[in-house]
């Protein structure tokens, strides 16, 4: 009886993975505000960046969001501190831009829906073959359970990289090399379907507004878009459930 309902369960998470109106779209984007978002961000300045992360078509009962991010070929005004943490039970470490503090994050993105009960965690850690890439995880745990709209935009992450004493070029800079061209992108995106166990998880497709570019970046490598993929499917479900 018990593996019955395990798996009239799994079946109706693969049914509320199924967007009612079109597929779950992940934007990652420039700017403080969802509506005025951009892909594209140049040097202005010794100035605070903002970056931010949203999603929509999500439908279902979900009470963890999690969004993997990687930044290839981070100078010294982008380095940011191997293991460093923002949210609870307290900040560590951020950008080694000599700000304080260098980075910061919120749950609460203006211009999209904000998730009831939503708590925002933010981890980063250098690459283990390559450490000039740097990976950030943004986890969204929501308490109560997220009741998804389809219909709405939901903001995820508000991330402000503090660059004050950043300067474009390499001399009489502390935080040199800022306008060097880069590109941060979206890895993976997935959700935890509440009431569940951990290891079952709806994995997004990617592929469009899943990159963004620092003054210009190239249209290679970690600057392309990530190969769009398929939301979880009904087999790839049972084969997590272990």
């Not at 949210?87 to 919120?106: E, L, R, Y």
């Not at 000039?132 to 402000?160: C, E, I, M, Q, W």
Request: proline share 7%; hydrophobic share 40%.
């Amino acid at each position: 009886m018990r593996a019955v309902s395990t798996w009239i369960a799994l079946a109706l998470v693969a049914t509320l993975a199924a967007p009612a109106h079109g597929q779950v779209v992940v934007r990652y984007a420039w700017g403080a505000d969802a509506n005025a978002a951009s892909g594209d961000q140049d040097w202005t300045g010794p100035t605070t960046y903002w970056q931010n992360l949203t999603v929509t078509g999500l439908s279902g009962l979900f009470d963890r969001i999690t969004i993997d991010v990687a930044g290839p070929g981070m100078t010294e005004a982008w380095s940011f501190l191997d293991g460093f943490h923002l949210g609870a039970p307290g900040n560590s470490g951020g950008m080694d831009c000599f700000v304080t503090p260098a980075v910061s994050a919120s749950a609460i993105v203006p211009g999209a829906e904000p998730i009831p009960g939503a708590q925002l965690t933010v981890d980063g850690m250098g690459g283990l073959t390559d450490p000039n890439v740097t990976f950030l995880t943004f986890v969204v745990d929501v308490s109560p359970p997220l009741s998804a709209d389809p219909s709405k935009r939901y903001g995820l992450a508000l991330f402000a990289c503090n660059l004050q004493n950043a300067m474009a070029g390499y001399f009489g800079s502390r935080c040199p090399n800022a306008a060097t061209p880069m590109c941060f992108r979206v890895q993976s995106a997935s959700a935890h379907p509440a009431g569940l166990p951990q290891n079952v998880i709806v994995y997004f497709p990617l592929g469009g507004d899943d990159v963004i570019r620092w003054q210009g970046g190239s249209n290679t490598g970690y600057c392309l878009s990530t190969t769009p993929t398929r939301a979880s499917t009904w087999g790839s479900l049972k084969s997590r459930y272990r």
